[in-house]
């Protein structure tokens, strides 16, 4: 199976900063790399899918690129709504998923 | 609207059998670009995937939870029904069932609210 590591697993930032967040997979995984939010007691929401494609209704402040193994998540000025947990989740392997361990962004 | 809703009971003894329901509106199950995964997080910790379903009945489960796992689908009621056989208190976790579409480089694009399972005697 493919296994997804993320960094850091949590991270301390302010209002306005520019944030990355780095997922990488354990073989290629082409640009099949999904990104979700979530916020404590939510079900997760996707925010960037095939890597870099921004899904409908997302602040533009989201971006995704990568592609191979590595992967980043940047948040370009940090608003107090994006204080949560991001997940990357990979589906080259389709139907069989995986999702990697999470990071926590809080509020410095 | 799409809508996704997981139902099933909130506590289950050790070495039962979980039955989970979700039930979903806005898209049919008989659609054939439509799948629907199982996926749980226990509290505190990651999201974890489960099994899925596609239109065509195909199904695929997580390696390491496979013999314990059943899922399917009953397209006229709009229902997925994932079964865990043999409870365990490892296995309390929020449920939740998630759309995909297509059958290349899916996503999860709506989830359901989800549902609290406890394992406990």
């Known amino acids: 199976d493919i296994q997804m590591t993320q960094s850091p697993s949590s991270l301390s930032a302010s209002v306005g900063d520019r944030v990355t967040i780095t997922c990488r997979a354990s073989q290629s995984i082409s640009s099949y790399l999904n990104w979700y939010q979530q916020k404590p007691g939510k079900a997760p929401k996707l925010l960037i899918y095939?890597?870099?494609s921004l899904q409908s209704g997302v602040p533009s402040r989201f971006s995704g690129s990568g592609s191979g193994t590595d992967f980043t998540l940047t948040i370009s000025s940090l608003q107090p709504e994006d204080f949560a947990t991001y997940y990357c989740q990979q589906s080259y392997s389709t139907p069989i998923f995986t999702f990697g361990p999470g990071t926590k962004v809080d509020i410095k | 609207q799409v809508t996704l809703k997981e139902s099933g009971p909130v506590l289950v003894k050790p070495t039962e059998t979980l039955t989970l329901t979700c039930t979903v509106s806005g898209f049919s199950l008989s659609n054939a670009r439509m799948g629907v995964s199982w996926i749980r997080q226990p509290p505190g910790k990651a999201l974890e995937w489960l099994a899925h379903i596609f239109s065509n009945d195909e199904k695929s489960y997580s390696t390491s939870l496979k013999s314990r796992l059943t899922i399917s689908k009953d397209t006229s009621k709009s229902q997925v029904v994932l079964t865990m056989t043999n409870m365990d208190p490892v296995d309390t976790a929020t449920y939740y069932c998630a759309r995909t579409v297509g059958i290349v480089a899916t996503s999860f694009d709506y989830w359901g609210q989800g549902t609290l399972v406890t394992v406990s005697s």
């Open positions: 095939a890597a870099s």
